[in-house]
């Protein structure tokens, strides 16, 4: 079946604007999953859906930051008033339900966001 | 806090060169380790999740050891191919249930030369 899926797949924006990330999870899994990459970083934990409801969003940098998933399905991550600083790759994961420790993510092809 | 550490942070190999990676972790709170492959323009792909003591996985020509008590996993590649050309990751998760997030390393990235 399909994977997981995020548009768009690249942004150009300039600071000060205001940024929406979609992810599309694969379908059924009720878990998902946000994190950035930043250059010369590795994946950083952003924030973690169980069904509708955020579950751990300790990985959200400032209250410019904000994600929804008002369905259980799509999310969207948002930014206000992006700055140079927000330049990364943004990863979406999702995976089943349950906390098991053998419980995969599986990722999507991530977003590149660049504020100019 | 975890950190996680991966070495070395690049490798060079001809084909046909076996090749193996270090990912270390603390030992404290350890749920389960994540390894992950991860080529330019495409999704991460997962190669293992690893949980136990001792563990050891492989799929194809790659495999992969746990070692809890010391915090560390090995990935080795058997007989490196181009196509193995991308960078690996490890991730760490810490805890159980809803303790989801996962602390990544910085990976290894790896180029075979045909």
Redesign the interface.
Same mark, same amino acid.
């Given at each position: 079946g399909a =994977?997981?899926s995020q548009t768009p797949s690249n942004k150009v924006t300039e600071k000060g604007k205001y940024v929406e990330l979609r992810c599309d999870p694969i379908s059924g899994h009720t878990?998902l999953?946000w994190?950035r990459q930043s250059l =010369?970083?590795?994946?950083?934990?952003l924030i973690?859906f169980?069904g509708t409801g955020a579950?751990?969003d300790? =990985?959200l940098p400032n209250d410019r930051f904000f994600a929804v998933r008002p369905e259980g399905s799509v999310s969207t991550l948002k930014i206000q008033r992006t700055e140079r600083g927000d330049s990364a790759v943004y990863?979406c994961a999702s995976?089943s339900t349950g =906390?098991a420790? @053998? @419980?995969?993510?599986?990722?999507?092809?991530?977003t590149r966001l660049t504020v100019l | 806090i975890l950190n996680?550490e991966q070495s070395p942070q690049s490798l060079h190999v001809q084909e046909g060169d076996s090749t193996n990676f270090t990912c270390s972790f603390p030992s404290s709170n350890f749920?389960?380790l994540?390894w992950?492959r991860w080529e330019t323009?495409?999704?991460?792909?997962?190669l293992f999740?690893m949980?136990l003591n001792g563990d050891e996985k492989k799929k194809g020509r790659i495999s992969a050891t746990l070692n809890t008590k010391e915090g560390y996993s090995y990935l080795y590649i058997k007989g490196s191919q181009p196509e193995d050309s991308a960078t690996y990751?490890c991730?760490s998760?810490a805890g159980?249930?809803?303790?989801?997030?996962?602390?990544?390393?910085?990976?290894t990235s790896l180029a075979v030369n045909p």
């Open positions: =994977g997981v878990a999953y994190y =010369g970083q590795g994946p950083e934990f973690y169980q579950a751990d300790s =990985g990863l995976s =906390g420790a @053998n @419980n995969e993510q599986f990722f999507g092809p991530g | 996680v749920y389960a994540h992950y323009a495409k999704s991460p792909e997962a999740v949980t990751l991730a998760r159980a249930g809803n303790n989801r997030k996962l602390i990544w390393g910085l990976g």
